[in-house]
């Protein structure tokens, strides 16, 4: 096998423009000989820019064995799919044949369309919208929604035209057996490697559905950010408005399609009334609302499969997951409120939530940054034996970075503006300028453009508000001089090519939001063990992110960039030192327009 993979490796050599790093075949190498290895579950930390991905396909490959590869984000996926796979096909001389799966809201549900395209309730709606979406029903092989490539969708029109697990009829729907999504499913067995994202593979384990039954391998890659997702799959959304729409929505098909049914109606009707007064007095939250409602909803369930109703299954398919929702909540005391802004329900007790120990296959979990969850992957699933790998790679990124800072605390927007401008504008675009809120995103982007437009310096500009994340990257990736604005979904998993991104803006450091539902039920385990929530969450967690996001703008030992960090808390605070030091970071300057001569 050594050979092999050697042989492999130098073909790989051959294919113009292409880098192979010592530690990409080491890591390579080491994947190999544990896939047969008696320990059950493998913990990598591999760091970024070795080329992981690679790493891990080609052993799969070489083993022959029937393998599951998770992954946190889309844009892996699309990578694997659009770059890998071409790799793959060269090296190995064959067609290689990969089945990406995603989850269900990225596929377009046939049904919907069929309502938006006939029924009269979506008159107003766009049409070019309508005639794109007719097309790709009738002649798309996948039906994925990013298929639809020159319109915005926005969330509330996406939400009307792909499936969702709230009200699939499953085998009762007309389209059944022309459904994108299950017959996606259908391929599973047929595949040797499934590429699907971490919530689709959660909701098959956590649910217990079978999906992956068979398959030898499960490897979880940007395995960091897999607890996040367990934890919110065991969310319960409870939300108000979102039954309400529902309620009004289902009351119109009934009297459209079936407007003598009157005792259906009333049903309906008392719901509606139920809901409208709970939010007029404002008693959502009372557990003896949630019981009415289950006890109403029942009698409009059990009257519609009494009397064979089967046009409103959907209905009913929701109305049924709506009542094991509130069961749950309202005889599971380990279920808390832990945002007053939403109704959202969320596990308290998080030990054991997904016990990885007992599936039927062999657990890779790799990452460039997972060591710091050791003490919560071993408690949340129930890791009782696995061996833990650190395989290092590009630490000295003081001889490859110029790192900046302020050295006010609060230093003036407008000087911060005039800093990002003449660094954007020295390296002719070729920019990341990345934020951890929304608001922060949109005041730079405002001041930024108009100075941009009052100047004018034909610099493009792309912003992830204004489209699909994928999408806004491409169009960014296409052009030379552009500068792309986005918060944490850019922090990674996209990878740039060499010298794509000279200058890095980051407008904090990105600690954990305190009031974020899953830091709290983090915290609250923590301090519960007598462990520190800063120590062992909030600095730690900091620290993998900022290593993430570096890795958008080095990914090879023969590039140079500039990193500016707006926050001057990584000199003045005593954990900045310990954040500069994880990081290997020598020194933070404050002369920002030297940085040039640096990368030059």
């Not at 790799?87 to 809201?105: A, D, S, T």
């Amino acid at each position: 096998m050594k050979k092999e993979l050697k042989n492999l490796y130098l073909k790989l050599l051959e294919i113009k423009g292409f880098k192979v790093r010592k530690p990409q075949y080491y890591l390579s190498n080491y994947i190999y000989k544990k896939l047969d290895d008696k320990e059950n579950i493998e913990i990598i930390e591999a760091s970024t820019g070795i080329g992981k991905t690679l790493s891990y396909l080609i052993p799969i490959m070489i083993s022959g064995k029937k393998a599951i590869i998770s992954t946190s984000t889309i844009s892996l996926q699309n990578q694997i799919k659009n770059n890998e796979i071409k790799i793959l096909n060269n090296i190995f001389q064959k067609k290689i044949k990969i089945l990406i799966l995603k989850g269900m809201n990225n596929y377009i549900c046939k049904l919907k369309v069929d309502n938006i395209l006939f029924d009269n309730k979506y008159r107003t709606f766009d049409e070019t919208i309508k005639v794109e979406l007719n097309y790709i029903k009738n002649n798309s092989v996948s039906g994925e929604i990013n298929e639809v490539k020159k319109l915005k969708i926005d969330n509330e029109v996406k939400s009307k035209i792909t499936a969702s697990s709230d009200d699939c009829q499953k085998n009762n729907c007309n389209y059944f057996n022309e459904c994108f999504v299950y017959n996606q499913r259908k391929k599973i067995s047929k595949n040797h490697i499934i590429v699907v994202n971490h919530a689709l593979l959660v909701t098959d384990l956590i649910n217990d559905l079978g999906f992956f039954k068979g398959h030898d391998l499960l490897l979880i890659d940007e395995a960091h950010n897999f607890i996040d997702i367990v934890l919110q799959s065991k969310k319960i959304s409870l939300s108000i408005q979102r039954i309400l729409k529902f309620i009004t929505e289902f009351h119109q098909k009934v009297m459209k399609i079936t407007p003598s049914e009157i005792f259906l109606l009333k049903e309906i009707d008392n719901l509606n009334a139920l809901l409208n007064e709970s939010l007029k007095n404002n008693n959502i939250n009372n557990f003896k609302f949630y019981k009415t409602f289950n006890q109403n909803s029942s009698s409009i369930i059990n009257y519609v499969e009494v009397n064979y109703l089967k046009e409103y299954s959907s209905e009913i398919t929701y109305l049924n997951n709506l009542n094991v929702n509130i069961d749950e909540v309202l005889n599971n005391d380990h279920y808390q409120k832990l945002d007053k802004n939403t109704e959202d329900y969320y596990p308290t007790k998080i030990e054991n939530t997904l016990n990885l120990n007992e599936l039927d296959k062999k657990v890779i979990m790799l990452s460039g940054t997972i060591a710091y969850q050791e003490y919560f992957l071993k408690n949340i699933f129930a890791i009782n034996s696995y061996k833990l790998k650190k395989i290092k790679y590009n630490e000295e990124l003081t001889k490859q970075i110029y790192f900046i800072t302020n050295r006010e605390s609060t230093p003036k927007h407008d000087l911060i503006i005039s800093k990002i401008i003449y660094l954007v504008k020295s390296v002719k675009g070729r920019s990341l300028l990345l934020f951890t809120s929304y608001e922060s995103l949109n005041f730079y982007l405002h001041h930024i453009r108009v100075y941009f437009k009052n100047n004018n310096i034909n610099i493009e500009t792309f912003s992830q508000t204004e489209d699909d994340k994928i999408k806004i990257n491409e169009k960014f990736m296409e052009k030379k001089e552009a500068v792309l604005f986005g918060t944490s979904s850019f922090f990674e998993g996209i990878d740039y090519k060499n010298s794509q991104i000279k200058f890095l803006f980051l407008d904090k450091i990105p600690f954990y939001n305190p009031s974020y539902p899953i830091t709290k039920s983090l915290v609250g385990f923590l301090t519960k063990n007598n462990k520190n929530p800063f120590n062992h969450l909030y600095l730690p967690s900091a620290i993998t992110k900022l290593r993430q996001i570096i890795g958008r703008l080095i990914r090879s030992k023969s590039q140079k960039g500039i990193f500016y960090l707006n926050d001057s808390r990584i000199i003045s605070k005593s954990y900045g030192k310990l954040i500069m030091k994880s990081l290997a970071i020598e020194k933070f300057q404050f002369e920002y327009k030297d940085s040039i001569k640096f990368i030059k």
